[in-house]
């Protein structure tokens, strides 16, 4: 599977950015996929997770109510709409898929995933 982020960029504090990351090489219907970030100096953290037909995500406390995640399999890509943003969500974001999965389950942990993009930047200004 191959993994292509981006809509990342520079915004201000309160704005919005929307990231898209498309996939080809295998069946993405049949990927859990997730959305991780990495802020400079801190670990990778999961921000949000959905299953095969998106019946069911999982968003991070720090996502909740601001971010959401969502796909169009038909289009072979994984959405996520921020808003709100805060200083704190600076930091590389980057898509993961999970081809090992089972529909209708969501995966947390990072090592669950084993294809990932190249990660995309998101620059929040206070």
């Known amino acids: 599977v191959q993994l292509q982020a981006s809509g990342g960029g520079l915004v201000q504090a309160g704005g919005s950015l929307k990231l898209s990351c498309t996939a080809s090489?295998?069946?993405?219907?049949?990927?859990?996929m997730g959305w991780f970030r990495q802020a400079p100096g801190k670990g990778r953290e999961l921000v949000a997770a959905?299953?095969?037909?998106?019946?069911?995500?999982f968003h991070a406390d720090s996502a909740k109510g601001r971010f959401t995640i969502s796909r169009d399999n038909a289009e072979n890509t994984v959405y996520l709409q921020m808003n709100s943003l805060k200083s704190e969500d600076t930091a590389v974001y980057y898509c993961?898929?999970?081809?090992?999965?089972?529909?209708?389950?969501?995966?947390?942990?990072?090592?669950?995933?084993?294809?990932w993009g190249q990660g995309t930047l998101v620059t929040v200004s206070s």
């Open positions: 090489g295998r069946t993405f219907s049949r990927c859990a």
């Open positions: 993961a898929a999970d081809t090992s999965s089972v529909s209708g389950a969501v995966y947390v942990r990072d090592f669950e995933y084993d294809y």
């Open positions: 959905i299953s095969w037909g998106g019946s069911r995500k």
